[in-house]
């Protein structure tokens, strides 16, 4: 009898490190020796049949309704290297799965209201975990505590009014993922890692940080002007040349994308660096008002809401923040589409072969289609639905 897949890979031998409680997958993401799973995944259901604790953590969680919720799990496979079972490793795989969600959330809303996932604290990891060691117990390892307590008297929550929870594979920029993951193994698993590796995962782990909500409803300009300081963190560190990292470096690495809509190819705009004028495009001027507005707050010079958004559109500055860094990682990975064909290939080949083509650039054209709205007046934008 042929073993699912589901039985084949718990036979490997997996171990549960962390809860998001912010999200519900529905179906797994799978690194080479790291997933991230539901509480309906077999190789979790055969932990917690075997550990009552994990079971009442995981049926433990409510909204603030009290309406039953349940977490996602980050889950590691037992043969893992020790490379992997790092934090800075395993938060690599789930920042890799949270940008790639942010970025296509962000697209998949330019003109639809089914738009995914596009604040990154979906992806927080809650504190307390059951212990591996003390059976009925949780433990919790903060920079602000360290507590152990009894499973059963735990009342867990997800952040409140955080909006959209459940996340599809579809939902997700699978090419940018995929290309992530490679250096992630890469880096973490074949233990290879480079200036380039940690520079990646550097980015991504500030990209988090500003894909937050940027308050709650307490929210003010300020807190605006916080996310896109560490919008331009993620960027300048992403377009660091191993020397330096300014906005000239930005503007060249975005100057690398492959773009798709030829109104991008064309540099018809100017902005100013250092005193000079450069030619640039939409992409490069957008930037150049996340740098201005970033600039303003962190030096503590005065902040106009005119900062804060495109003058034409009147978009927020801060919206476009997400497509535009995907763009820019787009650049730094080379991501392209390469498959080829051989020469005996026939029209069935080809087919399947435009077909995947037009898939792999389908989460470039969403985020180009992002940021061209910042040229749009409002009057121009079709309705979404």
């Given at each position: 009898m042929t073993e699912s897949r589901d039985e084949a890979s718990s036979a490997l031998g997996w171990t549960p490190e962390w809860a998001m409680p912010n999200v519900t997958l529905n179906e797994?993401?799978?690194?080479?020796?790291a997933a991230l799973v539901n509480s309906d995944d077999e190789r979790l259901r055969s932990i917690a049949r075997r550990r009552p604790a994990v079971e009442t953590f995981l049926s433990a969680f409510r909204d603030e309704f009290g309406t039953q919720i349940w977490p996602t799990i980050a889950m590691v496979r037992e043969d893992a290297p020790?490379?992997?079972r790092i934090a800075a490793a395993f938060g690599g795989f789930r920042d890799a799965v949270c940008v790639s969600a942010i970025v296509a959330g962000y697209g998949l809303g330019t003109k639809s209201k089914s738009g995914g996932i596009i604040h990154s604290d979906a992806f927080d990891v809650y504190p307390w975990f059951p212990s591996p060691r003390l059976e009925g117990r949780i433990g919790a390892i903060t920079p602000a505590l360290v507590g152990i307590h009894h499973v059963e008297r735990l009342r867990p929550q997800p952040a409140p009014a955080l909006g959209r929870r459940s996340m599809s594979k579809w939902k997700i920029d699978q090419p940018l993922l995929g290309a992530i993951l490679a250096r992630w193994k890469h880096c973490f698993v074949d233990g290879e890692d480079s200036v380039v590796d940690r520079r990646l995962f550097r980015a991504l782990e500030m990209a988090r940080a500003a894909s937050k909500m940027p308050g709650g409803s307490d929210a003010t300009d300020y807190d605006v002007g916080r996310a896109v300081a560490l919008w331009v963190s993620a960027f300048e560190i992403l377009a660091h040349d191993g020397r330096h990292s300014d906005f000239g470096q930005v503007l060249s690495l975005l100057s690398r994308v492959q773009w798709q809509n030829q109104t991008l190819t064309v540099q018809d705009r100017e902005v100013s660096h250092k005193g000079a004028p450069i030619r640039t495009n939409l992409a490069g001027a957008i930037y150049k008002?996340?740098?201005?507005?970033?600039?303003?707050?962190?030096?503590?010079?005065?902040?106009?809401?005119?900062m804060l958004i495109m003058e034409g559109s009147q978009k927020p500055v801060l919206w476009l923040?997400?497509?535009?860094?995907?763009?820019?990682l787009s650049a730094f990975l080379n991501l392209r589409f390469s498959e080829t064909l051989p020469d005996t290939a026939n029209d069935e080949d080809r087919g399947?072969?435009?077909a995947k083509r037009i898939a792999f650039n389908e989460p470039q054209r969403l985020?180009?289609?992002?940021?061209?709205?910042?040229?749009e007046a409002p009057d121009e934008r079709p309705p979404a639905g």
């Open positions: 797994p993401i799978e690194a080479s020796h020790p490379g992997v008002r996340l740098h201005w507005a970033r600039t303003a707050f962190l030096h503590g010079n005065p902040v106009t809401a005119k923040a997400a497509p535009l860094f995907r763009l820019a399947r072969r435009i985020a180009e289609d992002a940021i061209l709205i910042a040229d």
